[in-house]
């Protein structure tokens, strides 16, 4: 809008001026956004009437608010006895007696710490824009007294968009269908498909919270459920020993499910655990002691009996290639020490066979490090992924990345490779540059359960951002392990750390046991070479359909597998490093790979 001041002598205020002589030039285009909604001077008969001017000022404006400073009806009138006057008799519908209502960016940030770093977890800008309303006690209505529409950040139809505000589905019809599709299982991918197209943007978290709050509500009036569980979730400890162990009700099956099992003792294990964080489940009249009684003993021994039982015995009946034949698709100009590194660390862990699939100009070098690999030189022929097909029936578990580089032909092929794999149903250990064709192409490995990722803290990023649509939460790691592993359909995800974290969406489990302070390249790939050995090993045992329930393992396969290859990779590395110290290298940690095992299975 252009206005126009015409500047006159005048023993009036400057003020006064430019409110008598402002010269509209075209009056009708005055539309300044959301005036039609929220105006100085405005009268309300009731909070909920503002409420409603608000959400559609909020709408035209692209910005939210919340309450700041509020003082109710009672309030007030308390300070008017306080102060011997009379109370006001003001309508109920109003609520408050004045109320001021700041942009979301409004207020200054706390400090927590004397860092430098900008606390990102705020949305504090010291955004100046209110809106302020006291009632007129003459006329029993709210009056809009300020209105300052002045913000100090951007205000864009996209962010507004994915606020939480918004994206919360308010509207019942709309939430009614979300749930029914949930309810019949319709893939959370889909139902946000179909609301974006709605124009409703949701995240998938979002849809995930949701189907949560379902499986609470519809667990609140089960008793039997109550009774034989107990407790929601509990978790046990000794003091001063890292272990710990979280259980949680699973509601649909109606068991108790381990969640967390970190089972590092710095004493001696006896049957004794105390409980903590017991959390009943609701209207349950069960007390903590009998909660905590019902319950399995969680005893070191649970993690190491899993494993014990998924490990081949040695016997002279087996053939060659039961105990595993892995394929490793990886090796290019620059890179020949990783899918070495995987390649033998497969077979120092007890696999009988290890393949290579690489470049021709790679497959010399591999060669040379070692006459136990097989090398097959053909990522970049024009028929590898026929070359490949010949050679999977004889595979057991294929690792996809390590020193693949990212070369757009290759990657093309090992997309092609992956499908084909998948159609025979082997199992894939995705590593390093197969992660980056998997963030590029998510659906290659969507929904296909034998899948276990192992990503570093970098490439876990990139997929998280990539899957959830944004950075991983800085509060809980392994409830960011676990959604990403929920995004691919419940496959197994292993990420890789200072504590490294595997879950498949239903189970998380840690592993922050003794490695080395040396970060030297290469450790991946000794962990995706080792997983796919006890991959391999995990899955027969949970398939051998002659096992009785109870002797089948508490964790599933893939978890089991990446919780063993941590361990693995860390006691390696914690030997080595007693040995070589500052000079340890990931060859250092292969040799050790014998007195790892032996230690620790
Ligand atoms: N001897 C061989 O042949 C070996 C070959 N290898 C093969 O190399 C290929 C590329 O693998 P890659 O890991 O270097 O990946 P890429 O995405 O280029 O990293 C880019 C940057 O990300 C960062 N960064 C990385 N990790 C991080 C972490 N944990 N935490 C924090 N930051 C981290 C770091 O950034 P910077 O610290 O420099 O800022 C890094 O420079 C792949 O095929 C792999 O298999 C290796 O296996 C080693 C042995
Ligand atoms: N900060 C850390 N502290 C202790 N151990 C760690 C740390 N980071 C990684 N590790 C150990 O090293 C292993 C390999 O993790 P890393 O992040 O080095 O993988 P990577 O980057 O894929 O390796 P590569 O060099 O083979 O590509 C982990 O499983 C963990 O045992």
């Excluded at 197994?492 to 080395?516: A, P, Q, W």
Aim: hydrophobic content about 35%; proline content about 5%.
């Amino acid at each position: 809008m252009e206005v126009v001041v015409e500047a006159v002598e005048t023993e009036t205020s400057a003020a006064d001026v430019v409110q008598l002589h402002v010269k509209k030039e075209t009056p009708e285009v005055v539309a300044v956004a959301g005036s039609e909604f929220l105006r100085v001077g405005q009268e309300f008969g009731s909070f909920a009437e503002f409420e409603t001017c608000l959400k559609k000022y909020s709408n035209a404006t692209y910005s939210t608010w919340t309450k700041h400073n509020t003082k109710t009806i009672e309030a007030q009138n308390r300070t008017q006895m306080r102060k011997k006057q009379h109370a006001w008799h003001l309508d109920e519908a109003l609520v408050y007696y004045a109320v001021e209502v700041r942009c979301k960016h409004g207020g200054g940030v706390r400090r927590k710490g004397g860092g430098v770093r900008p606390n990102q977890g705020t949305l504090k800008l010291d955004c100046p824009a209110r809106i302020y309303l006291r009632a007129d006690t003459s006329k029993n209505k709210l009056v809009l007294k300020i209105l300052e529409d002045q913000h100090n950040h951007d205000l864009d139809r996209e962010t507004f968009l994915h606020l939480p505000e918004q994206r919360r589905l308010t509207s019942s019809d709309k939430l009614d269908l979300v749930k029914s599709m949930l309810h019949s299982g319709v893939k959370v991918q889909k139902i946000r498909e179909y609301l974006h197209k709605e124009g409703h943007y949701v995240k998938n978290k979002d849809l995930y919270n949701l189907r949560q709050k379902m499986q609470k509500e519809r667990d609140e009036g089960n008793p039997a459920l109550n009774e034989v569980l107990a407790v929601e979730n509990v978790e046990s400890h000794r003091a001063g020993c890292e272990s710990n162990m979280l259980l949680r009700a699973d509601r649909d099956k109606g068991v108790l499910e381990v969640m967390r099992l970190v089972s590092e003792h710095n004493h001696p294990t006896g049957p004794d655990v105390s409980y903590r964080k017991t959390k009943r489940i609701r209207n349950n009249p069960t007390t903590r002691k009998q909660a905590a009684e019902s319950l399995p003993s969680p005893r070191k021994d649970n993690t190491a009996n899993m494993v014990k039982a998924i490990i081949p015995p040695l016997t002279s009946e087996l053939h060659k290639g039961e105990a595993g034949r892995i394929g490793i698709i990886g090796g290019c100009q620059e890179y020949t020490g990783a899918p070495y590194f995987a390649a033998i660390s497969a077979l120092k862990v007890g696999a009988d066979l290890s393949h290579v699939f690489c470049t021709s100009g790679a497959a010399p070098v591999i060669k040379s490090y070692s006459p136990e690999l097989i090398v097959h030189p053909i990522l970049d022929q024009p028929d590898a992924v026929r070359e490949f097909e010949k050679w999977l029936p004889r595979l057991h578990t294929l690792v996809v990345g390590p020193g693949l580089g990212r070369d757009p032909a290759i990657m093309s092929t090992v997309s092609s490779m992956i499908t084909s794999s998948k159609a025979r149903g082997i199992p894939l250990v995705v590593d390093a540059d197969g992660l980056f064709v998997i963030t590029e192409s998510p659906d290659l490995v969507m929904n296909y359960p034998t899948t276990l990722l192992t990503p570093n803290a970098v490439e876990f990023q990139r997929l998280f951002e990539k899957m959830v649509g944004e950075r991983p939460s800085q509060v809980d790691e392994s409830q960011n392990v676990k959604l990403l592993a929920q995004c691919f359909g419940n496959l197994t995800v292993l990420r890789k750390g200072m504590e490294d974290i595997v879950s498949d969406g239903f189970t998380v489990i840690m592993c922050s046991t003794d490695g080395s302070p040396r970060r030297c390249g290469g450790q991946g790939d000794l962990l995706s070479g080792s997983a796919a050995v006890f991959y391999n090993w995990a899955l027969l045992k949970h398939n051998r359909k002659s096992d009785t329930e109870s002797s089948q393992p508490l964790l599933g396969p893939g978890v089991l597998a990446g919780y063993m290859a941590c361990r693995l990779t860390r006691e390696c590395s914690r030997l080595a490093f007693l040995d070589q110290g500052r000079s340890m290298t990931t060859s250092d940690m292969i040799t050790k790979i014998h007195l790892a095992f032996e230690t620790l299975f």
